[in-house]
């Protein structure tokens, strides 16, 4: 339950006045993303590194977490109807989505093409991709990105163009890798550790990154307070050591940035 | 067999039509019916097909509407209520109980094929008159013996011949204890050698008094339990007296061309 | 008043004493209007409310028009033909292989409608897009050989797994209209002579389609928004083309909303196509037929007796 | 052979002349044991191809016995059956009304088929799980008034995001059903003095089951697998489960058969209940009951005239 | 009216029965039937209810598979082909021949609701016989003005009568040429007036050569058109002669109470 959703008193830590009151911090996550957020098999938590991170940061808030499974496509709708406070998923900060939601940037994400490391001597430059087969999460960012990629060196440049094979998740991209229907995939960098982990030398990056997108936590759009809050904690988790141990741990210091509201312009 | 051969009565008749007309569209179906039938009468309807006879009984029991006109059952006029000089449909309610003081037995017998011989029955006592199901029962077992079934209680129509079956409806029928029984064309389904069955049990509720209006080909029928036969033709009624006088002696051609086909 | 008296020849001559004071009228349903105003209240109350909601109807305006929608829309309704045709033909043959006396015909049939009705078509599809992970060639021995991923592109995939899928639900329909024929058909048509399949196809068939068509009519409605499965193997139907457009301006309702027009557009001519489908087939059947919208106008325009 | 001669009358006692040795044999059919042997072959070698398939089978045993998936298969079930019941509910409700004289009540049918039916349900369903977006509260004025997105749990979204859109499709389905049922049906039981409700729940329901469980049937089978969309709303269900232990291990195909094999055994369950239900309903029709898998046997067992 | 009222022929009989036993189930339906039909020939089958006279008439046209026995038409064993001692069924396309050289009437019609009077009757021709559809339509058309249509041709069967649909019927089976009429009841499920009008047209084939075996109960009509006539009861043929001795002096006790009911 719920007292008048009345937001002007604030509290020692500057979080809205119904999170302050009720101590727990509704975070909303789509597990489908690991090592950010999955499924435990065996615990059927919710793990990853979003996961250490939003602890961190509900600790410095003083408030409990609370984890609230949904699809990626109602996370957005979530935070929008106050079903969750907040939305911290791998989602990339955009400009254009800054139009519907407040981002804050925490986590500098990286794509990276990769092949399966007995074809990886081919690819030595970027135009060695053209007239490939290129399968690529239509999720994700990664699926424009690609789209600018084949724009900048092979359809725009007089190439062969990219043959994409837009793919529902990551992992299904990497199983049209497997059959050799794709010749190429597109994955974060994250994730390209995380399957070395589960696979030692099956796979490997090729090329030069892509851009670096960064994450951000979603929160409702003009609530300046839940996002000032949220904000100031990040800043705190950099401040005091936190935030880099935890991507240093899991392999990602490639992804440190400094925090911001809507950093990524245009 | 019958108490009187002569027509109607002292009394207020318990039916009565008065210049009915029916429209199917723009088919004038019936062209202004006329008829008194009396507590006890038994009244048989002949009449070529398409004449208007099931039309008329349908309207008796309002399962179709009329166009003008009024038909009375004691003193109600059935399915409508005038309100001033207007004839005003009645509310479902009103016609459903109207209805209750009628039975009708169908041609094609339209027993409900999902219900046994009894079920169908106490279908009406136990549903519509909220009748004790172990009476309504009783009284269900009594009904089908006294139209020959005595046997039968738990077949299903389908395990039953057509004359079985037509018995069957009869019981259903009488199971709501009508004043008045409507009968369309009850054995003209049935094999030949079945007619005689169903043809009996209609005999003896004649005999035991009960008001019915049969439409029937069966003319040795007529003749023998009728009170009167009227003689139907594009929508109204050519001829009726005694069976005597139309079946043996008919005035109009129509009547004699159509009789000396059928007999 | 007294009953009529003995016999009496009325006379047959024209016109009828037509007693005109005593026309009947309908049951009046004063129910009805205040149904009416009901109904309609609750509508604006919608309207309004949905109007006024968080969905940005300037978008959705915007997007009504967006050429790769209705491109994903072209797709869409693609599949949905390309699955439908596949279903409905293999749908009719299982039937008749159920219906075989021949106990291995119609286990067969049973065995495929188990299983492809029994798993869900998501997984199917991924099947057959994977089918290199069991078949990694696909050979007319001597003739042809092809990579099987080669063969099995995106749309031979979707369409062969909703289509395959289909027939399985179809299959179950259709054998409810074969068996709603009268028996008696059957026999009328072996008597001049007709041989079984022939009987099938001019006979038993074009009269179970009465039963048929609108269960069938559903299953293509159905269908319509099932494709939307198939973006699972990479073929660009509506919803993923509207997805790719969402995932990248988070305006999942709006979208959503314009893909709901667009699938009610075309569920509209699909039931309209399914009227006059159903209208053919009844042709010569007990039931009358509805008035066609067209009747109906000119039948109200047109003077009609009083009756309701 | 020349002509038997003028009147005779036969003697009737028995025992008959019967010609034992002019007994008939019915066709034979060695297409069938040919048919039998390459149906045979072929799924010898689909078996022998999936065994080799790079599907690890010993993965697919392992989950097969997962707890967490069996929860999720309990969840399926749930939401399978508190969907199909509302969807049956308002399908008899709409199909009843579709078929109502008045056009303002069938109006209202027709135009909630139209919506329901016409949009997809995979938006419906996030529709009601955000129906916050456009009414923040839902009250019952004085009496109840609550947050709607605490009201619309994942489970209530999709138990009627579900179950709204089924009874669009059941309504036809029903409505299919009582224009089976013989007019003379109706008339029937007008007669022995019921009501038009009545008549619709003891003489035309029972009997246009018949027709109505059938594609019903179907239904509830789609809806088993169309329960996986609920995951849209955050419901586990057992295709989501299943997902969240691929994203993390990548066994996609091999998981997703599990889930198959799943499906498979409620998907049997369910039509072994639907064919003793067809059976029930079929009580008292004049097509003849096809026998019991029970009654087959113990026909088998019994000794049998020749017949076929 | 016909040509003989004695027995048959010269000539060896178009059909003959020899033994024929069919069961269904464990009920024997068909106790050994023993029958020869002339060339020419009208054969009127009498009998009960439940009597066997449809399942004889179905399984000369192999509807039915047989127990024991044969039916010879002309000198092939119909639905089977002796081997040996053995009797094997022979292959569809046979039996599809075979019945093409029979028409048989149904008691229910059985039109094809889906197609016109016309369309009906040409349906066998054009499908079955692959006749040229402009000639096979003028044909029916000849047909359907034969048995007194010539103003039906487009009508669908529900807008026809039932003596309207039945004589259609008869059409249809006299499209194909057929050496040897079946007729299952013809005339039962109509009404009494419509009767004639199908009796008239049996009468003129009969009078046309045709062989005929025409199961009835029309007493009137065996009497005036059949050159012997059979009854059946309890699977057997219990009495076959002449129509004066069979229906004026029967032989049999179970003959006699059957006319008396029917009569
Ligand atoms: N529901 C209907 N709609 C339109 N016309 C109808 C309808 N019912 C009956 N008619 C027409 O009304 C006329 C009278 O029909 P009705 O059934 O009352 O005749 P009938 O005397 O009972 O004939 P039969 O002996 O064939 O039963 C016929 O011309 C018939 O076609
Ligand atoms: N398909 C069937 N399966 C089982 N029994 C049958 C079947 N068809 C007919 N019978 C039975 O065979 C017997 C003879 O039936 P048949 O229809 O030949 O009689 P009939 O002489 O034509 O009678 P009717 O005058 O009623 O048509 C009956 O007892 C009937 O119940
Ligand atoms: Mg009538
Ligand atoms: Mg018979």
């Known amino acids: 339950g719920t007292g008048g959703a009345a937001s002007g008193s604030s509290s020692k830590n500057g979080l809205p006045a119904a999170v302050a009151q009720s101590g727990t911090l509704r975070v909303g996550m789509s597990p489908d993303f690991p090592p950010m957020e999955y499924v435990d098999e065996k615990t059927k938590n919710v793990v990853g590194v979003d996961v250490e991170l939003v602890n961190a940061l509900a600790k410095q808030l003083g408030v409990k977490v609370q984890i609230i499974q949904q699809s990626f496509d109602q996370l957005l709708n979530s935070v929008q109807t106050g079903r969750v406070d907040l939305v911290m998923s791998g989602?990339?900060?955009?400009?254009?989505?800054?139009?519907?939601?407040?981002?804050?940037?925490?986590?500098?994400?990286?794509?990276?093409?990769?092949?399966?490391?007995?074809?990886?001597?081919?690819?030595?430059?970027?135009?060695?991709?053209?007239?490939?087969?290129?399968?690529?999460?239509?999720?994700?960012?990664?699926?424009?990105?690609?789209?600018?990629?084949?724009?900048?060196?092979?359809?725009?440049?007089?190439?062969?163009?990219?043959k994409m094979l837009p793919t529902d998740s990551g992992s299904a991209a990497r199983l049209q890798l497997e059959q050799g229907r794709a010749e190429l995939a597109i994955q974060g960098a994250e994730n390209l550790t995380y399957f070395e982990k589960q696979d030692p030398g099956k796979y490997e990056p090729v090329l030069s990154p892509l851009k670096s997108t960064p994450f951000g936590i979603v929160t409702k759009k003009g609530?300046?307070?839940?996002?000032?809050?949220?904000?100031?904690?990040?800043?705190?988790l950099v401040k005091n050591g936190t935030y880099k141990r935890i991507l240093t741990k899991n392999g990602m210091k490639y992804a440190i940035i400094t925090p911001a509201l809507n950093g990524r312009k245009g | 067999m019958t108490t009187s051969t002569t027509t109607s009565t002292t009394a207020s008749p318990l039916?009565?039509?008065?210049?009915?007309?029916?429209?199917?569209?723009?088919?004038?179906?019936l062209r202004g019916i006329d008829l008194d039938v009396a507590r006890g009468e038994v009244l048989c309807l002949l009449g070529p097909s398409g004449s208007g006879k099931s039309t008329f009984l349908r309207c008796i029991n309002h399962l179709e509407t009329i166009h003008s006109g009024r038909i009375w059952l004691g003193d109600e006029t059935i399915g409508y209520r005038q309100q001033g000089a207007r004839l005003v449909e009645r509310p479902e309610r009103e016609i459903v109980r109207q209805r209750r003081t009628m039975g009708m037995v169908f041609q094609r017998f339209n027993l409900f094929p999902h219900r046994t011989a009894l079920q169908n029955v106490i279908e009406g006592p136990v549903q519509v008159r909220r009748e004790n199901p172990k009476t309504a029962r009783e009284r269900g077992v009594r009904l089908l013996e006294r139209v020959g079934l005595g046997d039968k209680f738990d077949a299903y129509?389908?395990?039953?011949?057509?004359?079985?079956?037509?018995?069957?409806?009869?019981?259903?029928?009488?199971?709501?204890?009508?004043?008045?029984?409507l009968f369309d064309e009850p054995t003209s389904a049935l094999d030949p050698e079945l007619v005689g069955e169903v043809l009996t049990v209609m005999k003896d509720l004649a005999d035991s008094g009960l008001t019915m209006i049969v439409v029937t080909h069966e003319i040795g029928f007529a003749r023998e339990v009728a009170d009167r036969v009227a003689f139907m033709d594009g929508g109204r009624i050519l001829e009726i007296g005694s069976p005597a006088d139309v079946l043996d002696a008919p005035r109009h051609p129509r009547t004699r061309t159509f009789l000396s086909r059928v007999l | 008043m007294p009953g009529t008296s003995a016999t009496k020849a009325v006379s047959s001559t024209d016109p009828p004493p037509v007693a005109e004071e005593l026309l009947t009228e309908s049951r009046k349903h004063p129910g009805r209007w205040a149904g009416a105003g009901a109904v309609l209240l609750v509508a604006v109350f919608l309207i309004d409310s949905f109007a006024g909601a968080q969905i940005d109807w300037g978008v959705v305006r915007h997007y009504l028009g967006a050429g790769f929608l209705i491109e994903g829309l072209g797709m869409t309704l693609m599949l949905t033909l390309v699955?439908?045709?596949?279903?409905?033909?293999?749908?009719?043959?299982?039937?008749?292989?159920?219906?075989?006396?021949?106990?291995?015909?119609?286990?067969?049939?049973?065995?495929?409608?188990?299983?492809?009705?029994?798993?869900?078509?998501?997984?199917?599809?991924?099947?057959?897009?994977?089918?290199?992970?069991?078949?990694?060639?696909?050979?007319?021995?001597?003739?042809?050989?092809?990579?099987?991923?080669?063969?099995?592109?995106?749309?031979?995939?979707?369409?062969?797994?909703?289509?395959?899928?289909?027939?399985?639900?179809?299959?179950?329909?259709?054998?409810?209209?074969?068996?709603?024929?009268?028996?008696?058909?059957?026999?009328a048509a072996y008597a001049i002579g007709m041989g079984r399949l022939r009987t099938m196809y001019r006979v038993v068939l074009p009269q179970a389609?009465?039963?048929?068509?609108?269960?069938?009519?559903?299953?293509?409605?159905?269908?319509?928004?099932?494709?939307?499965?198939?973006?699972?193997?990479?073929?660009?139907?509506?919803?993923?083309?509207?997805?790719?457009?969402?995932?990248?301006?988070?305006?999942?309702?709006?979208?959503?909303?314009?893909?709901?027009?667009?699938?009610?557009?075309?569920?509209?001519?699909l039931s309209v196509a399914q009227f006059y489908l159903e209208r053919h087939f009844a042709k010569g059947s007990s039931r009358p037929l509805p008035p066609t919208p067209l009747q109906r106008l000119r039948a109200a325009a047109g003077r009609k007796p009083v009756l309701r």
């Open chain 1, 91 to 162: 989602l990339s900060d955009t400009a254009e989505r800054q139009k519907t939601v407040d981002f804050v940037d925490y986590f500098g994400s990286q794509g990276r093409f990769y092949t399966l490391q007995s074809k990886a001597a081919k690819y030595t430059q970027p135009s060695a991709a053209c007239g490939r087969t290129l399968a690529v999460s239509k999720k994700t960012d990664y699926y424009q990105q690609a789209v600018d990629f084949d724009k900048k060196y092979c359809s725009g440049a007089g190439k062969a163009a990219i």
């Open chain 1, 223 to 236: 609530d300046s307070k839940m996002s000032g809050a949220v904000l100031k904690a990040m800043n705190a």
């Open chain 3, 209 to 269: 389609m009465r039963v048929i068509v609108p269960p069938i009519g559903n299953e293509t409605i159905g269908m319509l928004k099932t494709t939307s499965l198939a973006s699972a193997v990479g073929v660009t139907e509506i919803l993923l083309e509207a997805q790719h457009a969402y995932y990248v301006n988070n305006r999942i309702m709006e979208l959503l909303i314009v893909c709901a027009i667009w699938y009610l557009a075309a569920v509209s001519v």
């Open chain 2, 15 to 29: 039916l009565r039509a008065e210049a009915v007309h029916k429209y199917f569209g723009d088919h004038h179906v």
């Open chain 2, 157 to 181: 129509p389908r395990q039953l011949s057509g004359g079985q079956q037509q018995r069957v409806a009869i019981a259903r029928a009488l199971a709501m204890e009508p004043q008045l029984m």
């Open chain 3, 83 to 187: 699955a439908m045709v596949l279903g409905i033909v293999l749908g009719v043959l299982i039937a008749v292989m159920r219906l075989s006396k021949n106990p291995i015909t119609s286990g067969v049939a049973w065995f495929y409608v188990w299983v492809f009705r029994g798993t869900p078509v998501y997984l199917q599809l991924l099947m057959w897009f994977n089918l290199a992970l069991i078949f990694p060639m696909v050979s007319i021995p001597g003739i042809y050989s092809a990579r099987t991923v080669d063969v099995m592109t995106p749309f031979v995939a979707a369409a062969l797994g909703l289509g395959i899928n289909q027939g399985a639900y179809t299959s179950e329909v259709v054998r409810a209209g074969i068996l709603s024929v009268d028996e008696g058909q059957v026999e």
